[in-house]
């Protein structure tokens, strides 16, 4: 016989200030690009930046839950909840807007794969030394 556990049902809004908090501990960091587009770093893969907008996350939490630390965030960062905790007036901003000083991005790649008739496109993305603050070799 197999018993499970009901765990307690939290709100979205309850899952949102305890994600914010995870985000908080954990070093979630915002940025925004040169086009207004959200980016947000990723704490379990040091390099990797999620694309964020205040519907969606690409990370693989958002995907399973529907919500995410990093969406949780952004929607503090926005004013679109509010935060008991405010982040303090002075807290650190990366310096590098493209990478939020991770050094890394996830640059995309492709190559065509087959016939030039029946061949596709495969498409992946890969950690690249950030263009802005990591200086390129000549």
Do not use: K, N
Request: negative net charge; contains cysteine.
């Amino acid at each position: 016989m197999v018993t499970t556990t009901a765990r307690p049902t939290e709100t979205r809004e309850q899952a949102l200030r305890r994600l914010l908090q995870i985000a908080r501990e954990s070093g979630v960091r915002l940025g925004v690009d040169r086009h207004g587009d959200f980016y947000a770093t990723s704490t379990s893969e040091p390099g990797r930046l999620y694309p964020l907008t205040p519907e969606s996350c690409g990370c693989r939490g958002f995907a399973t839950h529907r919500h995410c630390r990093h969406l949780a965030a952004l929607w503090s960062h926005l004013g679109y909840m509010d935060d008991p905790e405010p982040d303090p007036a002075g807290a650190a901003r990366p310096d590098c807007a493209v990478c939020l000083d991770a050094g890394l991005i996830d640059a995309p790649r492709s190559r065509w794969i087959g016939g030039s008739q029946t061949g596709y496109r495969d498409e992946w993305t890969s950690p690249t030394p950030c263009p802005d603050c990591q200086p390129v070799a000549a």
